[in-house]
Structures are given as C-alpha cells and as structure tokens.
C-alpha cells in the first residue's frame, strides 16, 4: 500500500494513471465504460506497489545473515522459489521458477530471505539472463562466499502468447560460481538435489 507521505511514489502513480489512460483512449476504448473508468488507476498503483516494486531501494530485503556456528560445510538449497517478472522488451510476463544454493562460508542466511531476494529483483523490468546473475552477485556479497548457484526456468509470455507464439517453450538460465563450476561432484550434486539434468 502507498503511504501518504511517499509523495514521489504518489506523483508515478498520478503521471501513469494520466498516461495509461490516453494509452487506453488511443486504442479506441470507451473509457466511460463502467469496467474501465478504474483502470487506469488499477494499472498505475500495480506497476507501482507490485510489479516494478523492485525499482525503488527502499523495498530492498535486509536479509538475516547469521554466524555458521554449526560450521555447516554442506550446500544449503532453496528450490521452486516462485518467479514473476516481466520482459523488458515487450512488457509481458515471465513466470517460473528459482534454484538457488550455497555453500557456507562464515555466514547463513535466513531461509525466507533467498525468496525475498529472488522476489526483488524480479520486480523490475528484466531478462531472464541478467535476473540470475543478480541473484548469485547479491548472495556472495552478503555471505562473502564465492559458491554460489542459481537456475531459472521460466516461461515468457513474449514467446508464448505473440511472435512465434510457442506456448511450450521454457528458457533456462544458469548462474554457477565458486565450487559449483569448478567442481563437477558438487555441481551434479546441485543439479539431483533440484531435480535438473543438464543433458
């Protein structure tokens, strides 16, 4: 929800509700029309509040990272993180799901907080590519480790639903840093644990 004192979040709103509705108006909509009067609004408040969430700093997670006093040496795993983003190209949906791992080092994170952070950034106009290696940089910046894992497999509307209109292609992305790519017991490791063949 807006606070009323997010005044510059408050002012977006106002500019893309003014604009959407000439948008809406160009396309030959009857904007008297009961069902859409709101939309432009609608449109506005969920561009801002949701889906580009992930543009203004201030929505950020503040992960809970937490001393390895177990001095746990295994990977942790977080899999099926649900991801919704959308296609910076054509303004459509990506939808699918995350994989992320990690190996400790001194450090753990909250389990939720994986979630969080694949969410923000996932709030933003995106490609699939760049979404996962941000992921992968944020988690070795907060727990200073260099073994790091993340794949994506997503569905983009701007494939399935225009163009080639392929409604069963999935793009996979793969992001594997540390002992992940270098060591291939690890790796295969990760790959069985979320039930991914590279083949």
């Given amino acids: 929800m807006i606070l009323k004192y997010d005044q510059k979040k408050l002012e977006k709103i106002l500019k893309i509700e003014k604009h959407f509705f000439q948008i809406m108006k160009i396309l030959g909509l009857d904007m008297n029309n009961n069902n859409l009067k709101k939309t432009p609004k609608r449109v506005a408040k969920m561009f801002i509040e949701e889906l580009f969430s992930g543009l203004f700093i201030e929505n950020h997670p503040n992960p809970s990272v937490f001393e390895n ?52 950034y996932s709030r933003m106009p995106q490609v699939q590519e760049r979404l996962t290696i941000q992921i992968v940089d944020y988690l070795k910046e907060i727990l200073l480790t260099k073994n790091v894992a993340c794949i994506i497999e997503a569905k983009h509307l701007c494939v399935n639903s225009r163009g080639i209109k392929d409604t069963d292609s999935i793009t996979i992305t793969t992001e594997l840093t540390g002992d992940f790519q270098k060591k291939s017991e690890i790796r295969n490791e990760f790959f069985h644990q979320i039930k991914f063949s590279s083949s």
């Fill in 69 to 120: 006093k177990y001095r746990y040496k295994q990977m942790i795993i977080e899999k099926n993180i649900t991801v919704y983003s959308t296609c910076e190209h054509h303004f459509l949906p990506i939808v699918g799901k995350a994989h992320v791992g990690y190996i400790p080092n001194g450090r753990v994170l909250g389990l939720s907080k994986i979630n969080r952070i694949v969410d923000f």
